[in-house]
Nanobody, 115 residues
Framework: QVQLVESGGGLVQPGGSLTLSCAAS????????MGWYRQVPGKEREMVAD???????NYAESVKGRFTITRNNVNFMVYLQMKSLKPEDTAVYYC?????????WGQGTQVTVSS
C-alpha cells in the first residue's frame, strides 16, 4: 500500500502562483510515474502533468508553459509549481503514483483561482 498526502492548495488571484506538494509513505519501491490530476464537479478527472522515473515529463496542453512538475526520488515527493493561474485552473488537484502497475491517489487539495 502507498499513502499519498497533498498540500499547498488554496485561494489565489488570477495571475498568481501556488506550489503543490505530495508526500508518499508505505510500500513505495518501484515508483514508475508520479503525477498530478485535477477534477471539477461534473467533469472527468484529467491529467495535468506527470513525470516518469527516467525523467520524461508530460503536460496537458492547457498548462504548458505555466506549470512545472518536479520529483524527488530520495524522499518520494512530487511537486507542481503553478504560475500565471487562471480561473479555469480551479479544481481539486490529486496526486497520483503508479507503483508496480497500480495507481494510488491522494485525497485531493482544492485550488481556487478567483478575484
Amino acid at each position: 500500500q502507498v499513502q499519498l498526502v497533498e498540500s499547498g492548495g488554496g485561494l489565489v488571484q488570477p495571475g498568481g502562483s501556488l506550489t503543490l506538494s505530495c508526500a508518499a509513505s508505505g510500500s513505495i519501491i518501484g515508483i514508475a510515474i508520479m503525477g498530478w490530476y485535477r477534477q471539477v464537479p461534473g467533469k472527468e478527472r484529467e491529467m495535468v502533468a506527470d513525470i516518469t522515473s527516467g525523467g520524461y515529463i508530460n503536460y496537458a496542453e492547457s498548462v504548458k508553459g505555466r506549470f512545472t512538475i518536479t520529483r524527488n526520488n530520495v524522499n518520494f515527493m512530487v511537486y507542481l509549481q503553478m504560475k500565471s493561474l487562471k480561473p479555469e485552473d480551479t479544481a481539486v488537484y490529486y496526486c497520483n503514483f503508479v507503483v508496480q502497475g497500480v495507481h494510488y491517489w491522494g485525497q485531493g487539495t482544492q485550488v481556487t483561482v478567483s478575484s
